[in-house]
């Protein structure tokens, strides 16, 4: 292929895919902590009925396809009335999806501090309350937080599989062009967009970590 | 006006369907220290968190300062400011600095701004030899400076009743001197506690009493020299021989 039409009429118009895409990530990551933080404190601190809901809501979430999943919410919601366009669509599965993720990996990050440290806080006649916003969550969100941007890294790359239903994000674009050039080579141009979105934000998450670690921490494990 | 700080009575306790603690009657007079000996598993670190109601026992009655321990909130924050624990692993959180660990628990329970928290906070370090170690984190100092920093912690909601849950086991023998130093300089500050420890040359020279306790009951119990020299009852006196004849384990701060 030659070089102009390459950095002048493919590349652009992938590009155009890549706020889209990061659109998408953004927004469905954060339905997804919002509602996985509800979905964790149900299970951690709710009764059992509301521990079962939110159980049998992760296990749903987790154990059915995510493309069945969009496709459910995108043509099967318009019979129940609900009409989402194609964009919103696809961040409502991706983060309902996410969320039950993100549900798990919060709640096992607030059952990994030790029993100690609730002792010590009481000790020292801080009510539950306390307990957890001054010793609990500030520990627990630190264990939490390598695992969620991990699940933030396979979301920019689960929203590859919103184009299936239309929205014009960055491997919508590459099929688009793939079928208009019969290039498939341009797969892996695709390929490489993606993985120069994802390196980074796995560089940012090292820097997050070491940034928040507990000082410490790695020689007392050792 | 009882004379009594605390005062425990018929007190049983245990974990699942395991009694633990089989009805211990137990008063401390203000300003008393008390030793609390006993084998592992006889129930004396159950004895000491089942009185601010860490652990939840299953009948009798606790007084701390005249108030009845009760599981209402209110009733136990109150407990729990007057009584400081001071537990076998330290305990201190670890993602706050030294001078955090000790300064916040005065800005919850003592209405205290951040600042004045922190002054009060530095002056006890600094008392306990720690001041210049307020602003690391814990898991960067020794364990030694991680139990005196506890100390510390417990010390400066100022309560009434220190308990300290074997405070020196988890360390290495080296490091129980400082700690062992701190306890000593602690105890000549005429603050009552109650300590489950080994450490029988602490026990010897700054103890009023010790209780010795095995499977769930007081066996023996009398003025420290009494018990530890001239043990009454076989069991006490086979218990301490076994002590003073471990191997490699210096009881002894001097």
């Known amino acids: 292929m030659e070089i102009n039409r390459f950095l002048f009429e493919i590349l652009p118009y992938l590009a155009e895919g890549i706020p889209v895409t990061m659109q998408l990530t953004l927004l469905s990551f954060a339905l997804g902590l919002a509602l996985g933080s509800v979905l964790a404190a149900a299970r951690v601190f709710g009764s059992k009925p509301v521990s079962v809901v939110s159980r049998a809501y992760i296990e749903f979430f987790r154990g059915t396809p995510l493309l069945v999943q969009i496709f459910f919410i995108y043509f099967g919601l318009p019979a129940l009335g609900i009409r989402l366009d194609a964009f919103w669509a696809a961040i409502v599965a991706i983060g309902f999806n996410s969320a039950s993720y993100q549900a798990e990996i919060l709640r096992s990050a607030i059952k990994s501090i030790p029993e100690e440290q609730y002792l010590a806080a ?101 | 006006m009882s004379s009594e700080l605390l005062s425990i009575r018929g007190l049983k306790a245990g974990y699942g369907s395991v009694e633990v603690l089989r009805g211990i009657d137990l008063d401390v007079v203000r300003g008393e220290k008390i030793v609390i000996l006993g084998p ?57 600095t030294i001078i955090r660990n000790v300064a916040l628990p005065l800005e919850l329970n003592r209405g205290m701004s951040r600042r004045e928290a922190e002054k009060t906070a530095l002056s006890v370090l600094t008392l306990l030899g720690l001041g210049d170690l307020a602003g690391k984190y814990p898991l960067e100092l020794s364990g030694g400076q991680q139990q005196r920093a506890a100390i510390a912690r417990a010390l400066a909601i100022d309560p009434k009743l220190l308990l300290l849950d074997e405070p020196t086991s988890a360390l290495d023998p080296e490091l129980r001197y400082e700690v062992v130093e701190t306890l000593y300089q602690v ?18 020279a700054a103890a009023d009493r010790v209780v010795f306790i095995d499977e769930g009951l007081i066996v023996e119990e009398g003025d420290a020299r009494d018990v530890l020299e001239r043990p009454r009852k076989e069991r006490t006196e086979r218990f301490l021989r076994r002590l003073r004849s471990r191997v490699g384990e210096p009881h002894s701060s001097n």
């Open chain 1, 122 to 222: 009481e000790s020292l006649g801080m009510s539950t309350v306390q307990t957890y916003r001054f010793i609990i969550f500030p520990q627990a969100i630190r264990v939490a937080t390598p695992a969620l941007v991990n699940e933030f890294v396979a979301l920019i790359k689960y929203t590859s599989l919103a184009s299936i239903i239309g929205v014009a994000e960055l491997f919508r674009r590459t099929e688009y062009m793939v079928s208009y050039t019969f290039r498939p080579e341009i797969y892996l141009l695709s390929a490489a967009i993606y993985l120069a979105i994802c390196l980074p934000t796995s560089q940012f998450s090292k820097m997050l970590e070491s940034k928040y670690a507990i000082p410490g921490y790695r020689r007392a494990l050792v």
């Open chain 2, 40 to 96: 592992s598993g006889s129930g004396k670190s159950t004895l000491l968190k089942c009185i601010p109601y860490l652990v939840r026992p299953w009948s009798g009655e606790i007084r701390v300062d005249g108030l009845v321990v009760k599981s209402d909130p209110a009733t136990l924050r109150s407990v729990r400011v007057s009584t400081g624990f001071v537990f076998q692993q330290y305990n201190l959180f670890p993602h706050m």
């Open chain 2, 187 to 204: 105890a000549k500050q005429g603050r009552s506690m109650l300590i489950v420890t080994h450490e029988l040359d602490f026990a010897e």
